[in-house]
Structures are given as structure tokens and as C-alpha cells.
């Protein structure tokens, strides 16, 4: 099997696994006092600040979570709510989130009559910053948070957070960015960008599905989520995790500190990728930004296929892909990133995306190469439904 849908999910790292098992075989509860309850707290805090130290941020700037989808949702409806005001109540976000910001922010715009604005993309998947600095300009008064991904789980494309983080911070407006597709792909320091809340994932980077963190500025005001045992600086209550903490604190270490070798690797394997995707499949539309761009991520649209027939015939062969987002996979519509890029609605259904990860081999790119003129001549023939 060839899989090369690694920003679905990617393998725990060993390291990770075995973080993991230790851990999962101690007893002790975080919060209590005896001594199984101190050391387990001690695997909390030595895990904190090794997040911490390679992401730029402090340890207590930490918070942890049971997932990136759980940390997107603090930080949205948690920013938005504690800076909310009698004349303020606009989130701005941008057109290309995945659904785990994108529907959080669409729900506090049914249920609580929050404005909305989405900022535009370019045909590479680029946020417009003039459109925000206009927008700053004339309502920055009115907006209560600003959200934009790190790097799109779609297309690959990497946004200029930090730009957006410098231009809202005059204005003392909080930037949350959603990095689950970044961390470990490609260099993230929170200490250098201005945002104010960052979300990461343990499953995208080698650690356990089920765990994430935001990293959170001490100084910035959040109405938590979640009510109960006040873990967490009460901004996230509910038992600590300590194996999946320990096991991500690993993934991450290990994925930061290898992060600049192994994107290169990953970059030549994608270049060789794509360059054998063309050659097989000459009308093959390359999506995305070339330059600004997730190492391990080639998406291309391939017209005339309906693409989930093609990753059917694909899955059939052998290889894994994805059509769009994984968490919306099996819903028949068009994406909505190449949507917002400017894709028609054929091409934007007619998409696949192959993504690679540290357990990728060459032979993965063979096998795909010598799966794909059939399947997509089969694709063909189907044509789009
Ligand atoms: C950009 C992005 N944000 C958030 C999520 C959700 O993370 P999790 O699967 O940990 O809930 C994903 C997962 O696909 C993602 O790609």
C-alpha cells in the first residue's frame, strides 16, 4: 500500500509510541497530591516546556487539548466571546479554513448574530492582506478576533500570518491561527509572530490522534469552553491526558528539531511527484502557490474525473490520496478552497490531494505513477457525474 495521505494523518512516530506506552502504564491522576499524582504532573510540566521551547512559546503559554478541532474551537468562540461589546462583534476569518474554524465561525454567526467577513484568496490560495488592512482601516473597532490558518490542509499554501499578526496588533485585536497542517512542516515560532493563539495537532505531526494543544499569550483574555475541574488555567478543565501529553510533546520535539532536513527531503520527493503526474497525465492542473508551500503536499485537479472516482480507483490499486479535506471526504461537493481560489465548479471537483510524510519512500511516488494513467482513463470514461 502506498499512502500519501499523510495530512490526514501520519504514523506515530516511534519515539512517540514508546513515550506513549511508558507513560500509559504509570498510574497517577495530574491534579493530585500523593506521590503517582506529583510524578504524573511532572510529565505534564517536563512535556509543557519541551512544546514550549520548540515553538518559541513559554511553558505556561501551553494549554492542552483533546484535539486541533477542540483547540480551533477555544480559540474562536473563546476570543470572540471575551472581547465581544456593545458595538464589537466581528470575526474575521478567511475563505479557505478548514471546517474546524470555518464551522465554529459560522455558528457563532446562526446562533449568535455575529458579523462575519472572509477574507479572499488568490488563485495560488493566498490571503489578501490589503483587504484586511482596508478592513482594519474602517472597523477595527468592531472586530473581536481575527483567525487565519498557518498553512492550508487542502492546497498546501502557506499564508503570511505573521503580516496579519503585525498589522491587528496596533489595535490590540487578538490573531488566532490554526498551524495543525504547519507544526513540523515548516519553521512556526510563536514568539516571533505576533499572533495570540496558535493550534496545533498530535496526529498530523507523529504523536496520537486525540491530543492537541493552544499555545495562548498569558495576557490574552478567553472565555473557556469547557467548565469543570479548572485544569489547564481553567481555560480547559477535564483530566489530563499524561500518555497522549508525553507522546506529543515527543512527536513535537522530534518534528521541529528535524524539520528543515526532512522538509527537504520531502520537497525533493514532491518535486519528483508532481513531475511524474505530469508526465502521465499531461492535462493534470497543479494546484497551489508553488513557492509558499507545504514541503510535503502536491494537489492537482484532473479534468474530466469525478475525483472520487479516481481515489476509488486508486485506493483500488494500492494508493491512498484524499479528495479536498479528509474530515469532509464522502460529502459530493466541490471544494470550497478551490472554490475560493477561483476554480470552476468541475475542476474543483475533478481534485486530488497527495500528501507526504516521514514514512515516504520513492516507492510510494512509483507506485502512484504506475497506478494513475489507467485509473484515470477509467476516471475518464466515467466522466463527472
Ligand atoms: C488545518 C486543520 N485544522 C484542524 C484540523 C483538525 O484537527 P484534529 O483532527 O486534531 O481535530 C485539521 C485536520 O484535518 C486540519 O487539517
Redesign the pocket.
Known amino acids: 500500500m502506498a499512502y500519501l495521505d499523510h495530512?490526514?494523518t501520519t504514523p506515530m512516530l516511534p519515539q512517540a509510541l514508546d513515550a506513549y506506552v511508558r507513560t500509559a502504564r504509570e498510574l497517577g491522576n495530574a491534579s493530585s497530591l500523593h506521590a503517582s499524582g506529583r510524578a504524573a504532573r511532572r510529565t505534564v510540566e517536563e512535556s509543557r516546556e519541551r512544546i514550549g521551547e520548540a515553538l518559541g512559546a513559554k511553558p505556561s503559554e501551553v494549554v492542552f487539548t483533546g484535539?486541533?478541532?477542540?483547540a480551533?474551537n477555544l480559540a474562536v468562540k473563546g476570543l470572540h466571546w471575551a472581547r465581544r461589546a456593545s458595538g464589537r462583534n466581528r470575526l474575521v476569518t478567511t475563505a479557505i479554513e478548514?471546517h474546524?474554524?470555518a464551522d465554529a465561525v459560522a455558528w457563532l454567526g446562526d446562533h449568535e448574530k455575529a458579523d462575519v467577513t472572509e477574507l479572499p484568496v488568490d488563485k495560488l490560495g493566498r490571503v489578501d492582506v490589503e483587504v484586511l488592512a482596508e478592513l482594519l482601516d474602517e472597523h477595527a473597532d468592531a472586530i473581536t478576533v481575527i483567525t487565519c490558518?498557518w498553512a492550508n490542509?487542502e492546497v498546501g499554501t502557506i499564508q503570511p500570518v505573521c503580516e496579519i499578526a503585525a498589522l491587528a496588533a496596533p489595535h490590540g485585536i487578538p490573531v488566532h491561527t490554526?498551524a495543525?497542517?504547519a507544526v513540523g512542516h515548516t519553521p512556526v515560532d510563536f514568539a516571533a509572530c505576533e499572533a495570540d493563539a496558535l493550534?496545533l495537532?498530535?496526529?498530523?505531526l507523529g504523536g496520537p490522534?486525540g491530543t492537541?494543544a493552544l499555545l495562548l499569550r498569558r495576557d490574552t483574555k478567553l472565555t473557556p469552553l469547557l467548565h469543570g475541574g479548572g485544569q489547564e488555567r481553567e481555560i480547559r478543565s477535564g483530566t489530563l491526558d499524561v500518555p497522549g501529553i508525553a507522546a506529543l510533546a515527543e512527536a513535537v520535539a522530534h518534528a521541529v528539531r528535524t524539520q528543515e532536513a526532512e522538509s527537504q527531503r520531502l520537497a525533493v520527493l514532491r518535486d519528483e511527484l508532481v513531475a511524474r503526474v505530469r508526465e502521465a497525465v499531461p492535462e493534470a492542473v497543479y494546484n497551489g502557490d508553488p513557492e509558499h508551500r507545504l514541503p510535503g503536499n502536491a494537489h492537482f485537479s484532473f479534468p474530466g474525473c469525478e475525483g472520487d472516482a479516481l481515489l476509488m480507483l486508486l485506493d483500488a490499486a494500492g494508493v491512498e490520496c484524499a479528495t479536498g479535506?479528509?474530515?469532509s471526504a464522502g460529502i459530493a461537493q466541490p471544494s470550497h478552497v478551490l472554490l475560493a481560489m477561483g476554480a470552476g465548479e468541475d475542476d474543483a471537483r475533478s481534485s486530488l490531494r497527495f500528501t507526504l510524510g516521514w514514512s515516504t519512500t520513492k516507492a510510494d511516488v512509483d507506485a502512484l505513477a504506475a497506478a494513475l494513467p489507467e485509473a484515470v482513463e477509467r476516471a475518464r470514461s466515467a466522466g463527472l457525474s
Open positions: 495530512a490526514a484535539s486541533g478541532t477542540e480551533d478548514h474546524a474554524v490558518m490542509n490554526d495543525v497542517q493550534t495537532s498530535g496526529h498530523k490522534t492537541g479535506s479528509a474530515c
